[in-house]
């Protein structure tokens, strides 16, 4: 359908209309393709830890750092479920998140604050808020899930020097902080390599950049730098993930909220 152009019939009455109306069909249904396909390609990895360093800048570029574990669970026929521990600075130290994504109902997520020893349950209509005073909204946090959006193809167009398909994503959540994601996946690999975040004013509030993917397990591309841009306050946040392990013996019971109070 994208390689006809159209006659002044085409464009003009009520044909043009049923002709830009099917255009539009067919970039919907390329866009769910392309979608799902990322998503197979990511599927069987099981679970799997690793350790990071957060980097806080405010608009000034001054920088302040966290040490993060996390681990992840993959679920057959829901979400994944995640798991996010504070190691350092000392006043952030023992702070615990726990993320459990649903493909079509509203994720449950909850934080553990040490201090007061209580597990906090974080409101559907909060989750656009900034996670633990950084640039990522605890809806960024969630795993992939085709049934939360509704995408389009757009273009194609080259990135990191590289053909990458380029799509947008409109999530289905009505308490999102986001009208739109326009994001752009490579041809080859199907690997996220840039994001922009739209406000429900649509007007672009962040992008989120992904660097140095490598390879594990012969198939599962992992970034090891994460990058995100708020445009309307200039703050930004890194995320440097510095070792990755896969098949460590993660269970539900790692992911539960009892556990969030056995962290250590």
């Given amino acids: 359908m994208r390689n006809i152009l159209p006659t002044p019939l085409l464009i003009l009455g009520l044909t043009g209309a049923v002709w830009l109306a099917g255009f539009a069909v067919a970039d919907e249904t390329k866009g769910l393709a392309i979608a799902q396909e990322r998503k197979v390609r990511d599927a069987g990895w099981g679970d799997s830890e690793s350790r990071t360093t957060m980097v806080l800048r405010n608009a000034k570029g001054d920088e302040s750092q966290r040490e993060i574990r996390t681990a992840a669970l993959e679920v057959q026929g829901d979400g994944d479920k995640g798991l996010t521990i504070f190691d350092e ?7 615990a998140f726990l993320n459990h994504s649903h493909p079509t109902a509203e994720d449950d997520q909850w934080l553990y604050l040490p201090a007061v020893k209580r597990v906090k349950r974080i409101a559907s209509r909060n989750k656009s808020g900034p996670f633990m005073g ?27 020097d590289q053909p990458c398909f380029v799509l947008e994503q409109v999530p289905a959540d009505e308490f999102s902080g986001y009208s739109k994601t326009v994001v752009w996946v490579d041809q080859q690999h199907y690997r996220l390599h840039k994001a922009e975040y739209y406000d429900r004013k649509n007007t672009l509030l962040k992008t989120l950049t992904l660097h140095d993917y490598q390879l594990y397990l012969d198939k599962y591309w992992r970034p090891h730098k994460l990058s995100m841009v708020n445009h309307q306050t200039g703050k930004s946040t890194d995320l440097l993930i510095h070792q990755i392990s896969f098949n460590t013996g993660r269970t539900a019971a790692d992911f539960d909220t009892n556990a969030l109070q056995r962290v250590r």
């Fill in 89 to 95: 600075p000392r006043d952030v130290r023992g702070t």
């Fill in 134 to 160: 950084s640039e990522f909204a605890y809806e960024d946090l969630s795993s992939f899930e085709i049934e939360k959006y509704r995408f389009s193809y757009l273009r194609d167009e080259s990135c990191n």
